[in-house]
């Protein structure tokens, strides 16, 4: 059963519908509720079957026939914000509120934060002083966590309607595998919709890195200091990122794949590929490229 929180909103064909998830259109997950602002969006939504109810609006839905359930709205943006905060604040759609589980063989410094819900600390996990773990963190067995980092963190997700900016809350956790270290003062910022941000296995995170909400980090994976991993991108197995590296959102970086210090990176790098520079290219022909250039 949707929420009845704004009277302005029709739900069509009827009032009750399954829903499991809330994500953007991209997200892979069953019984999705996503928004669609214009007909290009609502076709692909209808061409989702993984999608059970979409927020839009009345013109856009005459446009775009459609079996989907549809929320009716004439900001389907705020309003499909303004539910998912709703369901973060005001119930347990996203996380139960247990109380936190810490291994007795865990080492836990007494300047460190812990929060007193939906924690949940392994075997062996060392956390370093001043380290912040918050709601809806898990961290496996043998894993390290550096002074002064943070776990679970909010991260910026705004948007900007009715002149303002509607903040969107972050819901979501963190998974960090076994043996992973994360160093002094990175970040790793919670899903926002439900779900997890992922670090793998034997995964090396120097300091002062950024991992944004919603990213995956797969086993074997270094990031070096300062790198900072835009939101729901992904680090394939054994790949190297250099230090001060950007990698943008939904950008893929390919399996034993190399970033080299100081590159931005835009568009996906294939396995084993080595990429330089700002925008990053192919090493080598980076290189080339610098050799021509006239001085």
């Given amino acids: 059963m949707l929420y009845d929180w704004n009277q302005d909103i029709q739900i069509q064909p009827g009032n009750t519908v399954r829903v499991e998830h ?14 669609a602002i214009n007909p290009r969006y609502l076709r ?37 914000y303004e539910f998912h905060n709703y369901l973060a604040q ?5 996380r139960k509120h247990r109380p936190s589980q810490i291994d007795s063989s865990a080492t836990i410094h007494p300047t460190a934060h812990i929060a007193e819900q939906d924690v949940s600390i392994g075997a062996d996990v060392t956390i370093e002083p001043r380290s912040v773990i918050n709601e809806g963190t898990q961290i496996s067995r043998g894993s ?33 595998g076994q043996s992973s270290f994360i160093g002094s003062n990175s970040v790793v910022v919670r899903g926002v919709f439900g779900g997890f941000t992922s670090l793998g296995n034997n995964v090396a995170i120097g300091n002062l890195v950024n991992v944004g ?20 991108s992904m680090i394939r197995e054994n790949a190297r990122i250099g230090p001060g590296a950007l990698i943008n959102n939904l950008v893929v970086v390919g399996p034993h794949a190399t970033v080299s210090m ?21 090493h080598f022909r980076f290189l080339r490229e610098m050799c021509k250039r006239p001085e």
């Fill in 22 to 35: 809330l994500g953007l259109l991209e997200c892979q997950l069953d019984n999705l509720c996503t928004y």
């Fill in 44 to 80: 692909a939504a209808q061409e989702n079957h993984q999608v059970s109810v979409i927020f839009t609006t009345p013109c856009t839905a005459a446009s775009v026939p459609t079996d989907k359930t549809l929320v009716l709205t004439n900001n389907p943006l705020r309003d499909f």
């Fill in 90 to 94: 005001c119930t347990e759609f996203y």
């Fill in 144 to 176: 390290l966590i550096g002074n002064g980092a943070v776990i679970g963190a909010e991260g910026y997700e705004r948007k900007y309607v009715d002149g303002t900016y509607l903040r969107a809350i972050h819901a979501g956790g963190v998974r960090i």
């Fill in 213 to 232: 909400h919603h990213c995956v980090v797969e086993d074997g994976v270094v990031l070096l200091p300062s790198t900072v991993l835009c939101g729901s």
């Fill in 262 to 282: 100081g590159s931005v990176v835009i568009s996906d790098v294939p396995p084993g590929r080595r990429v330089t520079g700002n925008f990053a290219k192919e």
